[in-house]
Structures are given as C-alpha cells and as structure tokens.
C-alpha cells in the first residue's frame, strides 16, 4: 500500500489564483484523490514580473518504510502570447524551508484544455526527518510570453507504506502465590 500526502492548507498564494480567480484556498482546487481537470485547478498567469511560487502544505503522513516517494501531479499550458516557448512549471517538496526533492518541467502540454500526467520520482527520502512538515512549492517560470498560462489541477506526494511496528511475541512471564 501507498501514503498520499495531499495539500490541506496554503502558506504562500504568490499570484496564483483558482477557478474562480480568487487568491484564497488554492489547496482545495488540487487536492482530490481523482483529478477533476477543469472543474477545479489553480493557474499563474505570466505577467513579465518574474517567476511567480505559491506553496502548499501537505497532510501528515508516516515515515515509509523504504522506497521512493513520487511527486505527481497534472497540469496543462497555454501558449496566448503565439511565443512558442515552452512553458515552465518548477516543483519543489519542502520540508519547512528546506528543499529535499526539486524537478522542472519544461514541456507542459501546451493545447490549453488537456491536462497531462505527470511523476517525478524521488529516490533518497532519507533527509526527510519530520514527515508531518512538508509543503510543496509551485513555480510558474516567467519568460514564457504574455499572457502565457500555466494551470495545476491535482498535486501530492504518493510514499511507500509506513514501517511497522513489531509486536511484542514474548509470553509474558506469570507467577501465582498459593497460601
């Protein structure tokens, strides 16, 4: 079996905004179970400003036992500015401030409406100390065009299972005094 580790909370919006293009909540438009594509996502729109981040924090999950952990996610672009460029999304897994997995894609689907799959496999968790203090850092990486967008509508981080406890087999010693 798997953990996933979905976002239950926003720490940093940047200029991302969700279906309804409010700045608020952006969790709730990635994380479900099953991508729902377009009828939830969050975007960033390239305005020539810089790259824009926003950060997600991800529910509790137990150590894994061992294994990679993968960061999956879908995400669809656009191409307004008629650029060509491809367009950029940077995803890094945080541990409070700290980076322990980062990979960018520089081909988002570019068609506008079709979200892809994508995974990005993280082989060595083992700097991961506190696994119920991770986030996950969305980059839309300006200098696409303008205009350009770049939309999420499912993020997390899926984990190997929990390491298990052993139980204690030992019979327990027992002793009865009779007067």
């Given at each position: 079996m798997a953990q996933y580790a979905r976002?239950?909370?926003d720490d940093t919006d940047g200029s991302w905004t969700n279906e309804n293009n409010n700045q608020t909540n952006l969790y709730a438009s990635v994380d479900e179970a099953s991508a729902d594509d377009s009828t939830t996502s969050i975007k960033s729109v390239d305005e020539g400003m810089g790259d824009d981040a926003c950060i997600l924090r991800l529910s509790?999950?137990?150590e894994p036992d061992s294994g990679n952990a993968y960061i999956k996610y879908k995400a669809v672009s656009t191409d307004e500015s008629w650029s060509g460029a491809s367009v950029g999304l940077k995803l890094e897994l945080l541990e409070g401030s700290t980076v322990r997995a980062t990979t960018t894609n520089s081909s988002v689907e570019r068609d506008g409406s079709t979200y892809t799959?994508?995974?990005y496999t993280i082989s060595d968790v083992s700097g991961i100390s506190d696994w119920t203090n991770l986030k996950i850092?969305?980059?839309?990486?300006?200098?696409m065009g303008m205009g350009d967008t770049i939309s999420v509508t499912q993020v997390y981080l899926e984990t190997q299972d929990a390491a298990e406890e052993e139980e204690a087999t030992a019979n327990p010693a027992f002793l009865l005094f009779l007067d």
């Open positions: 976002p239950d909370a509790d999950v137990d799959a994508y995974s850092r969305l980059t839309m990486i300006s200098g």
